[in-house]
């Protein structure tokens, strides 16, 4: 079946340090990736998006591209703030599966000062 | 414009009893899903609608029915109420019918089930 796998959390890093959240996926076709994420006490918002292979997704300094060949979309950030401190969810969908999303079990990243 | 809006917030049933949540979408989306998400894990798709009719429909059992109204509004209905049930209810437009994965999310139904 369809499914995401993302790193476990949480993950705490200091200001300024790199990111890098791991996603892998399975999928039956072609499917379109996406990154979520979710501020304390908001809901889930799209931070970025690809949908072929060796696409790049970028959004507010976070990075991620669409390998097939490693069935990978990996989210990267050059240097973290305290208020990227969220949960990052990894996604997929078929176009034929209209709109569903499948999500892997969320990252919780926390940033200190 | 307002986002997705969800009513209510929080609510607590106990088991066996029923639920209705209710959901707004943003003005022009013509497409609602409603997904749980437990906690600690990601959200699991329930139902997703596009014009009145149902699109697909996640691994659930018939406990869980939804409907979307002329005004592209939607309820989602859970009977027979179990502790299992306890979760964050999203529902989430789109301009959508398929295929674009790009979601609007409101801010959720926090359900707790005693």
């Known amino acids: 079946g369809n499914s995401v796998t993302q790193m476990e959390g949480p993950v705490t890093l200091s200001e300024e340090a790199f990111l890098t959240i791991n996603c892998t996926y399975t999928a039956t076709g072609y499917p379109s990736l996406f990154w979520y994420v979710q501020y304390p006490g908001e809901g889930l918002q799209l931070l970025l998006k690809a949908t072929k292979a060796d696409d790049k997704g970028s959004n507010k300094g976070f990075e991620a591209t669409y390998r097939k060949e490693t069935t990978s979309f990996h989210l990267e950030k050059g240097s973290v703030q305290v208020s990227d401190s969220a949960v990052y969810f990894c996604?997929?969908?078929?176009?034929?599966?209209?709109?569903?999303?499948?999500f892997g079990q969320g990252t919780e990243l926390s940033v200190k000062p | 414009d307002a986002g997705v809006t969800q009513s209510p917030t929080h609510l607590i049933k106990t088991r066996g009893q029923q639920v209705t949540l209710r959901c707004s979408p943003i003005s022009g989306h013509k497409s609602v899903s409603w997904y749980q998400q437990v906690l600690g894990q990601g959200p699991q798709f329930i139902f997703q609608y596009y014009e009145k009719e149902e699109r697909g429909r996640g691994n659930f059992p018939d406990r869980f029915s939804a409907r979307q109204f002329p005004n592209y509004s939607s309820e989602l209905n859970v009977n027979a109420l179990l502790l299992g049930d306890s979760a964050l209810y999203l529902c989430?437009?789109?301009?959508?019918?398929?295929?674009?994965?790009?979601?609007?999310f409101g801010e959720g139904s926090r359900l707790t089930v005693l």
């Open positions: 989430a437009s789109s301009p959508w019918d398929r295929g674009r994965g790009e979601l609007f």
């Open positions: 996604a997929l969908t078929l176009y034929n599966q209209g709109g569903k999303l499948i």
